[in-house]
C-alpha cells in the first residue's frame, strides 16, 4: 500500500490515511454562528472524498474572538446540537472530524461595526504599519475569561462528538498575538521572554485537558515565524514548538505567525507552478518534526502525489494537510487511490479567500469561470 494510504494515530484517534482538509473559513455558518445545510452537505462531500481528517474552520470560543460574518461559533451549549449534525455526517461516511477553536484578538477589529465593543488584544502596538484598525490591551481578567472559554468550548466539542479540538496558534490572531514580539509588549506574566509569550498557550492547554480528559487529542497549528522581519523568528518558533509538544499537546501543525501585507509574506502563498515553490513550510516543518516526539502535520502549498509521499516517507511529516486544493477538489485524495496521481487543479489564486472574506459561500471562483468557459 502506498505509505499516503496507510493508517495512523494521533492518541487514540485512528485516521484511515495521512491526509488532512487544512481548518478552511466557508463562509456558510447561520449568522447567530449556528451550522447551516450548506455545512452539512460540504462535510458530507470532504468526508466522502477519502480524507483522513477534516478540520472545521475557525469556529470562535467567546463572543469577542469573532471577526467573519458566518463563522461558527461554539460559545455556548446551544450550539452543541448543530455540531453533533455535523461530525455525525462525517462519522457516517468513515472521515474524523476536528473543531478549530479560535480567538481572533484585535483582528475582530476589522469587522466589529460598533466602536464601543472595542477589539482585545496583548497589547497595543503604536505605529504598527500591519494593522491600522482600532483596538486595545486585555486585562489579565479578560484574559483568564478566554482561557476558561477555551476549556468550555472543548467541553462541548467532546459532547458535539468532535473526535479532536485544534487550537488555533498560527497567522495573524490571538495566540500569535501573544506569541510574537512584535505585537506582545506586556511586562506582566504574559508577556516578555518566550515562555512568558507562550503562558497564554500553556493555561489553555491545561484548561482544555482539565475539560475534556487525559484520552482526548488536543492538536493545535502553530505559527513558527511571522511573515515579516523584526517579528518572531525561527529560533523561538522551534522552541516554541517543542514546548507545546512537552507539556501534552497531541499534534502539531506547522504554519506562520503574524502576515505581513503581500501574498508572499502570509500562510497561503500565490504563484505555486512549480515543484520547487510547493510545500513552501517544508523546511521549518521538517526541523520540528526532527525536534519533537509527536505527530506533525505539514501544510502550505502541497499540489503533487509523489512530493506528498517523499515528505512522508523520508519523516518530514506525519501528515499532509492541504486546504486549498480540497476546494476545488473535494474528492481529490478517492482519485488519488484510485491510481489517478495527477497534479492538483488549484492553481492557488486565492479567488476563493477573497470571495469568502465578501461573504461568499466558500467555492473555486477559477472553477466557475472555466465551465463558464466551456458552455
Ligand atoms: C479560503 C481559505 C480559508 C481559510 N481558513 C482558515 C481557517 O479557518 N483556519 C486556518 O487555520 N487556516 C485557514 N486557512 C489557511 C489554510 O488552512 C492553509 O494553512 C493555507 O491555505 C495553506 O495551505 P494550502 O496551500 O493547501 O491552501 C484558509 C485558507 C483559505 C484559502
Not at 460540504?42 to 480524507?51: P, R, T, V, W, Y
Not at 521549518?284 to 515528505?311: D, Y
Request: hydrophobic residues 40%; aromatic residues 10%.
Amino acid at each position: 500500500m502506498n505509505i499516503l494510504f496507510e493508517p495512523a494515530k494521533i492518541k487514540n484517534m485512528e485516521l484511515r490515511n495521512r491526509f488532512v482538509r487544512s481548518a478552511t473559513y466557508d463562509a456558510c455558518a447561520q449568522s447567530s454562528g449556528q451550522v447551516s445545510d450548506a455545512q452539512i452537505k460540504l462535510f458530507a462531500d470532504l468526508a466522502s472524498g477519502g480524507g483522513g481528517l477534516i478540520v472545521t474552520g475557525i469556529t470562535y470560543v467567546h463572543r469577542s474572538g469573532q471577526n467573519l460574518p458566518f463563522q461558527n461559533s461554539i460559545a455556548g451549549d446551544d450550539f452543541i446540537p448543530g455540531l453533533k449534525r455535523l461530525t455525525a455526517a462525517v462519522h457516517d461516511r468513515g472521515a474524523k472530524i476536528a473543531v478549530q477553536l479560535f480567538h481572533a484578538g484585535r483582528e475582530r477589529a476589522r469587522f466589529l461595526e460598533d466602536k464601543n465593543k472595542q477589539a482585545m488584544a496583548p497589547s497595543f502596538v503604536y505605529d504598527d504599519p500591519y494593522f491600522t484598525a482600532e483596538y486595545r490591551t486585555m486585562t489579565e481578567e479578560e484574559i483568564w475569561n478566554i482561557v476558561q472559554a477555551f476549556g468550555k468550548a472543548a467541553r462541548r466539542a467532546r459532547e458535539a462528538d468532535f473526535d479532536a479540538v485544534q487550537v488555533h496558534g498560527a497567522h495573524a490572531f490571538l495566540f500569535s498575538q501573544f506569541l510574537s514580539p512584535f505585537t506582545n509588549h506586556r511586562n506582566d506574566d504574559w508577556g516578555g521572554a518566550l515562555e512568558n509569550r507562550l503562558h497564554f498557550h500553556h493555561e489553555v492547554y491545561r484548561n482544555i485537558r482539565e475539560n475534556v480528559g487525559d484520552d482526548y487529542p488536543i492538536l493545535i497549528k502553530i505559527g513558527v515565524q511571522d511573515g515579516f522581519a523584526r517579528g518572531l523568528e525561527l529560533g523561538e518558533g522551534k522552541v516554541a514548538a517543542r514546548l507545546l509538544a512537552q507539556w501534552g499537546f497531541d499534534a502539531l501543525e506547522i504554519s506562520q505567525g503574524l502576515r505581513g501585507k503581500p501574498y508572499a509574506e502570509t500562510e497561503y502563498r500565490t504563484k505555486i507552478n512549480r515543484l520547487n515553490q510547493e510545500a513552501y513550510f517544508r523546511q521549518w516543518c521538517t526541523e520540528i518534526k526532527n525536534a519533537v516526539s509527536v505527530p506533525v502535520m505539514m501544510v502550505g502549498g502541497l499540489r503533487t502525489f509523489e512530493l506528498m509521499e517523499e515528505i512522508i516517507q523520508n519523516k518530514e511529516a506525519d501528515f499532509i494537510s492541504l486546504c486549498r486544493p480540497f476546494i476545488r477538489e473535494p474528492g481529490i485524495v478517492n482519485h488519488w487511490k484510485r491510481g489517478d496521481r495527477h497534479r492538483a487543479k488549484c492553481i492557488s489564486c486565492n479567488k476563493c479567500l477573497e470571495a469568502a472574506r465578501e461573504g461568499e459561500a466558500l467555492h473555486c471562483v477559477q472553477q466557475k469561470f472555466e465551465d463558464k468557459r466551456q458552455t
